[in-house]
């Protein structure tokens, strides 16, 4: 049985804003910065940052974010990933961002598959999406 | 009859990533200035950067983006905002970003009245929520 | 005689810090920005976001900033660039921020001329360079 | 004999620019982190995040940063951070950025002490500046 995923972050002086809580759209960096690790880890050889050298990617369709509580400066938040639903051509990441037992914000966001050289919806390669369902069986078990 | 509020980004260089698209965190970004901006124009007096000058504030509970289209260098983006659904304690306002004629994403995000003194949720003051209830018809008629 | 070149910014809530002032960084994002528009009135065809079209390009190689007063949430920055010294494979843009006749930053930065296809520092092209040199007159008188 | 600070950072997607580097601001950004968590080892007590507490704070008021090579997606960049000239009000903190032996960039930042009671420069502290010079005597040692 696989451990589930975690990213973790400090908080820096730069994410705070002028409420002196982390700002809320950090909470969304910190998610970017966890599901590309995620991804980094259920897809090896995917790369965010070289796209060019293959042809299939994601795209990032749609994201949701609940604030549970204020995160306060040098605290280190715990991001969680999980598979949620998969589809045929795209798949949900669910996320926890906890600073100890408190949680601080959940959500999850939207992949689809995408074919960059034809610049269209393809999808999802078989080995992958098997990888993907058996993920989210274990998140839900 | 009043005009939607609209407000205005040019993508900046820093605000692309390295797919040379507006990268998936600044549209939250940019619905956070629009939004700030939105509620100064329905709230005078309310100021975002000096949140101790009065009692009453707000929290930023909840958020949805559904990304549409990507954004490139240099264009300008419209953030349109409008009230949606007003609560006794909290209202939703929704968000439509456009290039032209092209939509770019939509999503919305919930405000919740809080009383930064005590430290708690509160209800809307009478006032603001009447104001925001007309707004709301008006978005909706 | 031409016009000194001039970017505006007007102070976003999320480019304060939790001292409720401009972040001494964002002072940077905004030179960046300003440099970027000002290099594409001086050299058009230059595209800071799409820089395979061509083999020439620039490294951002120095930067300097002198912070002289802080600045407001939404307050409009007026981001004045000029070109100073021009040398064979470099030159100098100088800024200053200012706040209505308020001076608030003043610095400059080197950008050295760069072949991306050797991957290696190269001469500014001489229609480039007489130009710069044109400018930094200008800037000079 | 004290070791030399050294703040990490794992370079993150969101680092990254259109160019797929290590974005230039966001270098000045690692310096921030570094700096203030260097401070807050020199100074206990001292929390950027909460500047009413105490009277006494420090301005950021002049940097310098020459880039000396590219970093990359997910390099773990080293930040060593020194007390370098201390006055009597202000103090240079210089900084170098590595990743593994690779020098990616070096430069300084200027310090002035600040009286946020009375908004104006003051003297460092006498603990205070007896610290940075026992520092400053180390790193040039």
């Known amino acids: 049985m696989s451990e589930p995923f975690v990213h973790r972050e400090r ?48 795209i990032f369709a749609e994201c949701h974010i609940n ?12 991001v969680r990933c999980s598979v949620g639903e998969v589809r045929r051509s795209a798949f949900r990441i669910d996320f926890r961002m906890e600073v100890g037992d408190r949680l601080c914000a959940e959500g999850y966001g939207w992949l689809v598959g995408f074919d960059y050289g034809a610049e269209r919806a393809m999808q999802l390669p078989g080995e992958l999406r098997a990888r993907l369902e058996a993920e989210a069986q274990t998140a839900a078990g």
Request: negative net charge.
């Open 11 to 58: 908080v820096r002086f730069g994410d705070l804003d002028a409420m002196r809580h982390l700002n809320n759209v950090v909470y969304l960096r910190y998610f970017e910065s966890a599901r590309i690790a995620f991804m980094s880890q259920l897809s090896p050889g995917h790369s965010p940052a070289n796209p060019e050298r293959g042809d299939f990617g994601f």
């Open 67 to 78: 604030y549970r509580s204020p995160v306060h400066f040098d605290e280190e938040v715990e």
